[in-house]
């Protein structure tokens, strides 16, 4: 719904613009109004490549991880039965599909003419896996502090650190150098700043 409603507006407005004279005698200025008000805007460089790239690549690694875990839960790979194993298998696949954050990262990050594409590959691997942990320790935290059962052990969180330094850094890497030597996506090849 929300597509044809766009749909609508932007053929309004390049109805609109296909009826204005632009031979007028007079050279009158024409009004902006529609997509023409925000064309500047949409089609301007970024100036935060590394920032966008990142959430476009974290965003992409989520969608793989979410959508392959829906897959093997509709052909009842994972089920209620195994106690744990969604857990086990979204980690595993978190760690797997690192490569796809890198890769998509610095395929966009490339595309906007980037020109640090090593700290791309960089933050790109360190930053969500940072989040993460923090969070997941503020959480324990709290729980730990009202004497919950449910708090985390060290040694787990030990684990967890060690799986994605030492899996979802590397693949994150390898996907990121990939990307870059896959260079500029051909779909989209903005101005130069």
């Given at each position: 719904?929300?597509?044809?409603?766009?749909?609508?507006?932007?053929?309004?407005?390049?109805?609109?613009y296909?009826?204005i004279?632009l031979?007028?005698?007079l050279?009158?200025?024409?009004e902006?109004?529609?997509?023409k008000?925000?064309a500047?805007?949409?089609?301007?460089?970024?100036?935060?490549?590394?920032?966008?790239?990142?959430l476009?690549g974290c965003g992409?690694?989520l969608?793989?991880?979410?959508?392959?875990?829906?897959?093997f839960?509709?052909f009842?790979?994972i089920?209620p039965?195994?106690?744990?194993?969604l857990?086990?298998?979204?980690?595993?696949?978190?760690n797997?599909?690192?490569a796809?954050?890198?890769?998509v990262?610095s395929?966009?990050?490339a595309?906007?003419?980037?020109?640090?594409?090593?700290?791309?590959?960089?933050?790109?691997?360190?930053?969500?896996?940072?989040?993460?942990?923090g969070v997941l320790?503020?959480?324990n935290?709290f729980?730990?502090?009202?004497?919950?059962s449910g708090a985390v052990?060290?040694?787990?969180f030990?684990?967890l650190?060690?799986?994605?330094?030492?899996?979802?850094?590397?693949?994150t890497?390898i996907?990121a150098?990939?990307?870059?030597?896959?260079?500029?996506?051909?779909?989209t090849?903005?101005?130069?700043?």
């Amino acid at each position: 719904m929300v597509g044809l409603v766009v749909l609508r507006a932007v053929r309004r407005d390049l109805g609109r613009y296909s009826a204005i004279d632009l031979d007028d005698e007079l050279g009158s200025v024409q009004e902006d109004f529609g997509w023409k008000l925000i064309a500047n805007e949409v089609f301007r460089p970024c100036r935060k490549r590394t920032q966008l790239s990142l959430l476009v690549g974290c965003g992409a690694h989520l969608a793989a991880v979410a959508s392959v875990t829906l897959l093997f839960a509709l052909f009842a790979l994972i089920g209620p039965a195994n106690r744990g194993s969604l857990t086990t298998v979204m980690l595993v696949l978190y760690n797997v599909f690192g490569a796809v954050a890198g890769y998509v990262s610095s395929r966009m990050y490339a595309s906007l003419h980037g020109e640090a594409p090593k700290k791309n590959m960089a933050i790109t691997a360190a930053v969500p896996g940072l989040v993460l942990f923090g969070v997941l320790f503020l959480l324990n935290l709290f729980l730990i502090g009202t004497g919950s059962s449910g708090a985390v052990p060290f040694g787990t969180f030990v684990a967890l650190g060690a799986l994605w330094l030492l899996i979802d850094v590397p693949v994150t890497v390898i996907g990121a150098w990939i990307g870059i030597r896959h260079g500029v996506s051909q779909n989209t090849q903005p101005a130069k700043p």
